[in-house]
């Protein structure tokens, strides 16, 4: 898969919120969720299996998973690739090429209008370039976790990472076979006929940003 160029920080816009509510949550300035009122929009957290094999641990609290934060019908997720541009990427909502769907979370709203959730992406994406990515401390599941408190001022659930958070006590406990990210095995796919449409990199489409 190739991804754009990343765009320079002093080309971003400051993202202010839309919400009116003073007791909005607000992580960060400029940045407002309405998880505390009764306006905004929902953010889900999509979750997926790497392996056949989280049916038969999941009673366990673990499992291997892949997951994506969907918000105003476009999921965002995060892979590597060996370049320092963006490792965001959009895919649709609970159809990520190469998983199983598992289930839908309920995160929280956030009062983020379309265009404004656009250019907060494109500023976490100097934070999460592909080349960045690691499969313990760096993976998918802590993007995710980042994105939805920051847009929701909740956290997702500690069973999603488990296995990562036991791996950074016990790297070996991953086996290799596992070690591949979302964007190299979604990668395949990209070649199939109709699949770079429903897998974009992030921003190629954002002509306004």
């Known amino acids: 898969m190739k991804f754009c160029s990343k765009k320079q920080g002093n080309s971003l816009k400051p993202i202010r919120g839309s919400g009116k509510s003073p007791s909005c949550f607000c992580l960060f300035p400029k940045i407002h969720s309405a998880c505390q009122t009764q306006g905004g929009v929902p953010v889900y957290l999509n979750v997926y299996d790497l392996t056949s094999m989280n049916d038969y641990i999941r009673w366990a609290g673990i ?49 983020l209008n379309p265009n404004q959730v656009s250019e907060f992406m494109e500023r ?17 599941n802590h993007f995710c976790k980042d994105i939805c408190y920051k847009l929701t001022g909740n956290s997702i659930p500690k069973w999603v990472n488990r296995l990562a958070r036991i791996g950074a006590i016990c790297s070996n406990i991953l086996p290799k076979a596992l070690k591949v990210s979302a964007v190299r095995q979604i990668k ?13 990199p992030m921003f190629q489409r954002r002509s306004s940003i």
Do not use: W
């Open 124 to 140: 976490q994406s100097l934070n999460y370039t592909g080349d960045t990515y690691h499969l313990i401390t760096k993976n998918c």
């Open 188 to 200: 395949d796919y990209e070649s199939q006929e109709g699949e770079k449409q429903r897998l974009r």
């Open 63 to 111: 499992g291997v998973f892949h997951c994506g934060v969907e918000v105003y019908g476009v999921e965002y997720a995060f892979g590597v690739h060996s370049y320092p541009t963006s490792g965001i990427f959009e895919v649709e909502p609970r159809r990520c090429p190469g998983f199983r769907f598992r289930k839908a979370i309920f995160m929280g709203m956030t009062s």
